[in-house]
């Protein structure tokens, strides 16, 4: 503040004690937390160094709102000035809009008025605060009636005075700016890190896969075998059971070296309506332990898909296994499904009478890794392996429709031939 001008010669020590004030506020970066502190210790040292009678700071008002804000003052009750004010005075607005330093010993305003006891302002300094050419807000002194006018040398120090809080008001935009970058940054790496765990998964994955594909054949074939040379019904359902859910996971074992670049996958006539009957045939068991109705509406006119049958019923038994999972401890629990044909699309709905989706995390479920489930009792890759299968190998989609406390509804939605998937 070298080479500000000494304004008068009276009580020398209290302005130098109010430069150094401001000089200790200037260094000070603006917080949010403190806005409105740190502009009221500003405006007392204003007033004591320009020996004003009162003071007022205005910041640009927040985001979504328009105009100026009182955010400090001295020699205005607070308890009267309703903070911020109805609409601020006219000569502040002149300053924040034409960004030059105004200066009235013809000055009045009602508002004023009322907040400081019914004593008026007859003068008027103000100086706009700007970061970058652009107003952010206005500094604005005031006089009483008797006081000495406002000249020129004191509009040359208000005008140092808002430089120098500008300076402080700007160090806050640098600081958030820099906040949000940092976080930005931060959120990158995350991601950056979730991207090499899915890396290091499938590296595993793969692996995996290959280690079960003879004992997955073995069992198939032992269970092909049994069911052909046993006549007990019920026992040859089993083996029945064994080997379709077997060959289930010999088809996820495909699947997963499908992902890696290896294996082969058996494109074919898919009837849907085959493909869903044998996944409530599998579930059958879980929806009889956990006293789950399960209600299906197979729409007629459905045609044949072209795809991988087991690939599908994979994908549809993930979706009917979270509906399980959501009924989990409930009573009266319900499973729906509907499978109908629009256009050139074959749709399928599953829907659950449980606990719903909160609107929140919608658009977070079929992310990797995600899930609500407690700690190790989920993954997190169900839903998101359903999704990726259908847009990537079908050209489909699913997506969750769900109330925050009541059921939610999964549709799926596949176009009937590869030519319709370009």
Request: charged share 25%; net charge negative; hydrophobic share 40%.
């Amino acid at each position: 503040m070298d080479g500000l001008p000494d304004h008068g010669e009276e009580a020398p020590e209290k302005k130098h004690d109010a430069l150094s004030r401001l000089l200790s506020i200037g260094a000070e970066p603006l917080t949010d937390l403190r806005e409105e502190e740190t502009c009221d210790r500003a405006a007392g040292a204003i007033c004591d160094l320009l020996e004003a009678d009162g003071c007022m700071i205005f910041l640009a008002a927040s985001e979504g709102r328009t105009g100026l804000a009182l955010r400090g003052a001295s020699g205005i009750s607070k308890d009267q000035a309703d903070r911020p004010f109805s609409h601020v005075d006219w000569a502040s607005e002149h300053v924040f809009h034409r960004q030059i330093p105004v200066f009235t010993n013809d000055y009045w305003n009602q508002t004023l008025d009322n907040a400081s006891n019914g004593t008026s302002f007859d003068k008027y300094l103000g100086a706009p605060l700007l970061v970058g050419g652009v107003s952010v807000g206005v500094v604005a002194a005031l006089g009483k009636p008797g006081n000495k006018p406002w000249g020129e040398s004191d509009a040359r120090l208000l005008a140092r005075i808002a430089d120098m809080f500008s300076i402080s008001i700007e160090n806050r935009m640098l600081s958030k700016a820099l906040k949000e970058k940092t976080d930005s940054l931060r959120k990158l790496r995350e991601d950056l890190l979730q991207s090499q765990k899915l890396v290091t998964l499938g590296e595993l994955l793969v692996g995996a896969t290959h280690l079960l594909r003879d004992p997955l054949g073995i069992i198939i074939g032992y269970a092909r075998l049994a069911s052909a040379k046993n006549r007990n019904k019920a026992l040859r359902t089993y083996l029945d059971n064994i080997q379709g859910t077997s060959e289930m996971l010999s088809s996820s074992v495909e699947n997963f070296l499908s992902f890696a670049g290896k294996g082969k996958q058996g494109i074919q006539k898919v009837k849907m309506a085959e493909v869903i009957d044998g996944v409530l045939r599998l579930m059958a068991n879980q929806f009889r332990i956990a006293n789950i109705k399960v209600e299906k509406e197979l729409h007629n006119g459905i045609p044949d898909l072209e795809g991988d049958s087991r690939e599908l019923q994979q994908v549809f038994l993930m979706v009917v296994m979270n509906a399980v999972e959501a009924l989990e401890g409930r009573t009266g629990g319900e499973v729906r499904i509907e499978l109908k044909y629009e256009g050139s699309f074959v749709i399928a709905a599953v829907s659950d009478n449980g606990p719903g989706i909160k609107p929140e995390i919608l658009d977070k479920i079929f992310e990797p890794f995600f899930t609500t489930k407690p700690a190790g009792k989920g993954t997190g890759l169900g839903l998101s392996l359903c999704s990726d299968i259908l847009r990537d190998r079908y050209h489909g989609s699913i997506t969750a429709v769900g109330g925050r406390t009541e059921g939610a509804s999964f549709v799926i939605k596949i176009p009937v031939t590869l030519s319709g998937r370009s």
